[in-house]
T-cell receptor
Framework: DVKVTQSSRYLVKRTGEKVFLECVQD?????MFWYRQDPGLGLRLIYF???????EKGDIPEGYSVSREKKERFSLILESASTNQTSMYLC????????????FGSGTRLTVV | SQQGEEDPQALSIQEGENATMNCSYK?????LQWYRQNSGRGLVHLIL?????REKHSGRLRVTLDTSKKSSSLLITASRAADTASYFC???????????FGKGTRLSVIA
């Protein structure tokens, strides 16, 4: 069963901590994405990557960075966590060049206290 | 912003009834997709309709697309309690451009 795996379902971090959210896919997809989901705001794109070592800013990249050292892994980094980064974080992947559906992970609910 | 807007925000129906959700968007698109999200989980892809298509079916799902009105609808026929979830439309403006999601419709199907 093909899937996207996010390392944690729930995470609680303190303000100012550096936070790593990991995402791994086993479908050999070229494209990977990070979204955050907040009530009333829907899903908003943070960063995406179309290939190893490539990254593109989404709509809300401020306060975040990403790393894609291997094709199957896309990490989201909160450089200095703040309370307004409390959210559900969703990772997704897709195949390059084909307009097809995304495969999503189960999400990481991050709380920053 | 390209972001789609689903309508209604919430919908409650009885089991066996049909559920219709609408999505409007602002710019020309390449494809429109619908996703489902069970509470607190990731999204699951349901169906994709291309900009040159007007209607598509998949099981109990029927999607229409009207590019002149920049709108789409998702119809779920003979709904079941298990269809209770949030439904999102998502659009892209070209190949290999990221999907932009709407805010979703929360569907409750009462047994």
């Amino acid at each position: 069963d093909v899937k996207v795996t996010q390392s944690s379902r729930y995470l609680v971090k303190r303000t100012g901590e550096k936070v790593f959210l990991e995402c791994v896919q086993d479908m050999d997809h070229e494209n990977m994405f990070w979204y955050r989901q907040d009530p009333g705001l829907g899903l908003r794109l943070i960063y995406f990557s179309y290939d190893v070592k490539m990254k593109e800013k989404g709509d809300i990249p401020e306060g975040y960075s990403v790393s894609r050292e291997k094709k199957e892994r896309f990490s989201l980094i909160l450089e200095s966590a703040s309370t307004n980064q409390t959210s559900m974080y969703l990772c997704a992947s897709s195949r390059r060049g084909r307009s097809g559906g995304y495969t999503f992970g189960s999400g990481t609910r991050l709380t920053v206290v | 912003s390209q972001q789609g807007e689903e309508d209604p925000q919430a919908l409650s129906i009885q089991e066996g009834e049909n559920a219709t959700m609408n999505c409007s968007y602002k710019t020309s698109i390449n494809n429109l997709q619908w996703y489902r999200q069970n509470s607190g989980r990731g999204l699951v892809h349901l169906i994709l309709i291309r900009s040159n298509e007007r209607e598509k079916h998949s099981g109990r799902l029927r999607v229409t697309l009207d590019t002149s009105k920049k709108s789409s609808s998702l119809l779920i026929t003979a709904s079941r309690a298990a269809d209770t979830a949030s439904y999102f439309c998502a659009t892209d403006v070209g190949r290999n451009t990221p999907l932009v999601f709407g805010k979703g419709t929360r569907l409750s199907v009462i047994a």
